[in-house]
Structures are given as structure tokens and as C-alpha cells.
């Protein structure tokens, strides 16, 4: 009886971390990019378009005036949702990384990542969220994401 009373609380307590890992897609107009020195006094405005893969992004930034001088940037996102019958009942998992263009001409490797993780009490929607990744020094590739305009 204590046997199977142990097997119990050990196939509940692995089932409170839940094995449902969904993607989440996000779409093209959700999303809006800039490209920021850390201090903030400088800020270039970016465009981007949906590449054929999962969930990446070419992503263009100019200054006004130098848009000779363009950056670009391949911008990955993943966003999973995991849900689980225990508290933390809902948790987002995002990982995002940047491939920059202008280091040994964006080769595979030459990325900067991370990943964040959001573990809400009750199932709680995402409304929006902004996300960056350090790129060249003292600069910074923000992403932001608008879950309201799907």
C-alpha cells in the first residue's frame, strides 16, 4: 500500500510540471523592432519581414539620415506556452536571439541569445512585451510584441 501511495505522489508531482510545451506563433504585425545605443541617445528605426523558417525575421535599422549606412539583423523568436494543473498553472517560454549581419557576414554562430521565462499564477493572457539583445557593444536590438494585435 505505501508502495503504490509513493508511486501516486511521485506520478502527481512529475505531472504538476506538465509535458505540454505548445508553440505560440507570432505574426509579422505583432512585432516592431528598433535598434538603440543603452543610453538611449540613440535610436535608428527598423523594419522587418517574415522568413520562410519557424519564426525569423530580417530586420533592417537606419537612421533617418544615414540610411546608407542600414544594419541588418536576422531576428529569431520562439515563444512556447506550458500549462500545468499546479501553481506556476501558466508559464511563457521565450527565447530570442539575434544573428548580426555585420559580424563575418552573419554566419551560422555568430548570434547573441536568451531566453525568458514568465510564470504566472492563473492563466493570465500576454498583452505585450519587450524583449532585447545586446548587439555590438553598447547597443541593443529590442523586440517588441503587441499579443492584442493578432
Known amino acids: 500500500m505505501n508502495c503504490l501511495l509513493s508511486i501516486a505522489i ?10 505540454s510545451r ?20 540613440i535610436l535608428y528605426k527598423c523594419s522587418h519581414r517574415f522568413l520562410e523558417n519557424i519564426m525569423d525575421f530580417e530586420v533592417t535599422c537606419a537612421s533617418g539620415e544615414a540610411s546608407a549606412k542600414a544594419l541588418q ?8 506556452l506550458h500549462e500545468r494543473p499546479v501553481s506556476p498553472k501558466l508559464s511563457y517560454e521565450f527565447l530570442y536571439w539575434v544573428t548580426d549581419r555585420q559580424i563575418s557576414g552573419g554566419q551560422a ?4 541569445g536568451s531566453t525568458i521565462w514568465f510564470n504566472l499564477q492563473d492563466h493570465t493572457p500576454l ?18 510584441v503587441d499579443f492584442e494585435s493578432r
Open 10 to 19: 511521485l506520478v502527481l508531482s512529475l505531472s504538476a510540471y506538465g509535458k
Open 22 to 41: 505548445t508553440p505560440v506563433a507570432l505574426k509579422a504585425a505583432q512585432l516592431r523592432f528598433e535598434y538603440a545605443s543603452q543610453d538611449g541617445d
Open 73 to 80: 539583423f536576422i531576428a529569431h523568436a520562439r515563444l512556447f
Open 109 to 112: 554562430g555568430q548570434f547573441l
Open 127 to 144: 498583452v505585450s512585451m519587450v524583449a532585447g539583445q545586446d548587439v555590438q557593444n553598447t547597443f541593443v536590438l529590442r523586440m517588441y
